[in-house]
């Protein structure tokens, strides 16, 4: 303990410098707010963005691997869910040089905060953000837990344990549930109707072989992204870059088409309860283009317009007349969905926020909404948007995001650059063509018997 402690206390010694043949610096580009951001590349596919920010001695440090349930899914080796979900519980679980328990007491010392990670459909990251001092020291522990993550059966059946309960939890919230089955309704022919987390007898029956060919194949450098952004410059991280992560060999990663979900036709709808549920929860889905579509910045500010703030249309007509106490749209993607989810009031029924939310749509198609309320939408999307970028992990998660996505780190950019490019009439379009009852999944959640079943 007392080596670990004067390692952190240390911080980072300077690494030599990298040399040119080391790493490639892919582009400069100059951020809408003056800031640079900087893309290099390693020799075996790694991808490093980094944005310098001198204000504090601090710094953001997230890693993006371009995995999730889906691509497990689609693996003709695993052909499961949960893996990747169980695989980002297993990476706290120590090396031969760390063992269990090692990380989080080294980064504890050093101060980290807001360390964590998340596994979605498309992706898993990890990050924590630290006083920039102690860079070189996180970077070996993240480095180390990347390429020498101590795999065992007692470790391994220890986590599925514990990811059993963080499964039987989320059976006993009503509203993840509606969304489960949203997903499920709304995705009949693709991995995104099966849960991130798996099932119990999935998490149960993985295997330590499989958790090695998942590892080796998935967590490779050239199916990752490193994002700094803080106190650091390329002439210091480049080189404890290349150090810690150079070294690592790159992998083939299978590539298998996802299947392509036919355009719907006519509404499907689920009524179903829960026990755990103490009012009706109404949620809807509609196919809307991917991210990469010009489309998706139409959409994304109509459902601004829909639900964002106190003048929003659905905190208006539902929330502040009674019906609901909560209304919230928002475009989704992989899965590339428009989502309404409303959380009724006590006694109130899904059918009135529908008929309003109906009505509401209707409305938008027939005429484009006003000049005030187009500009409120415009508005409150740019403060929520700059206030995301101002912080430092909000933007490597913006940049995460894009990256896994659709490999274009600054398309977040353009959406909001494209803001400025829109009329009310945009909206009305896209409404029309994406948003009729006709192409959307609806699941109503109501209360069920205390004591039954789910």
């Known amino acids: 303990m007392i080596r670990i402690l004067g390692l952190v206390v240390l911080g980072f010694s300077m690494a030599a410098p990298a040399l040119a043949a080391d790493y490639q ?80 007491k080294i980064t504890a010392e050093m101060g980290a905060e807001n360390q964590n990670a998340t596994t979605y459909f498309y992706r898993t990251n990890y990050f924590e953000s630290i006083p920039s001092r102690h860079l070189e020291s996180l970077m070996e522990l993240e480095s180390d837990r990347m390429a020498n993550l101590k795999l065992d059966k007692e470790a391994l059946e220890k986590e599925k344990g514990a990811v059993v309960g963080e499964l039987r939890r989320a059976l006993d919230n009503p ?26 007898a999935e998490i149960k029956g993985f295997t330590v072989e499989e958790g090695e060919y998942f590892y080796r194949t998935f967590y490779a450098p050239n199916n990752a992204t490193l994002i700094v952004i803080g106190d650091v410059t390329e002439e210091t991280l480049m080189p404890l870059v290349v150090k810690y992560y150079g070294k690592m060999q790159a992998q083939t990663i299978p590539t298998t088409a996802l299947p392509i979900e036919p355009s719907p036709k006519k509404e499907k709808r689920i009524e179903t309860t829960h026990k755990q549920a103490t009012s009706e929860i109404l949620m809807l889905a509609y196919p809307i283009p991917p991210v990469t579509s010009d489309e998706i910045v139409p959409l994304s500010l109509l459902s601004t317009h829909l639900s964002v703030g ?43 926020a529908l008929k309003v939310i109906d009505q509401e749509m209707a409305n938008l198609m027939k005429k484009p909404i006003d000049k005030d309320s187009f500009l409120r939408a415009v508005n409150q999307d740019k403060l929520n948007l700059y206030g995301d970028i101002s912080n430092n992990s909000s933007l490597g998660s913006w940049l995460g995001e894009y990256v896994v996505l659709c490999n ?7 959406i909001l650059q494209k803001l400025n490019t829109l009329k009310p009439a945009d909206l009305t379009k896209v409404a029309k063509t994406y948003l009729t009852p006709s192409r959307r999944s609806v699941v109503v959640m109501k209360p069920g018997a205390r004591g039954g079943k789910k």
Not at 65 to 94: C, I, N, W
Not at 326 to 346: K, L, R
Not at 408 to 414: I, K, P
């Open 310 to 352: 106190m003048e929003s249309v659905f905190h208006k007509k539902l929330v502040d007349s009674g019906l609901a106490v909560s209304a919230n749209a928002g475009t989704g993607s992989q899965p590339d969905v428009f989502q309404i989810m409303v959380q009724m009031a006590e006694g109130k029924k899904s059918d009135a």
């Open 175 to 200: 509203s993840r549930i509606a969304w489960d089955q949203l997903m499920n309704l709304a995705n009949p022919n693709t991995p995104y109707r099966f849960t991130v987390i798996g099932t119990e």
């Open 408 to 414: 274009d780190y600054m398309r977040g950019f353009e």
């Open 25 to 104: 610096k892919v582009t400069e580009k100059k951020l809408f707010n003056g800031e640079t951001l900087q893309e290099f590349k390693l020799p075996n596919g790694l991808q490093i963005l980094l944005v310098p920010r001198h204000q504090a001695e601090v710094l953001t440090y997230q890693v993006w691997f371009k995995v999730g349930s889906v691509q497990e899914k689609l693996d003709p080796k695993l052909k499961k869910t949960g893996l990747a979900h169980l695989f980002e519980h297993m990476m706290f679980r120590g090396s031969k040089k760390y063992p269990d328990g090692e990380f989080d």
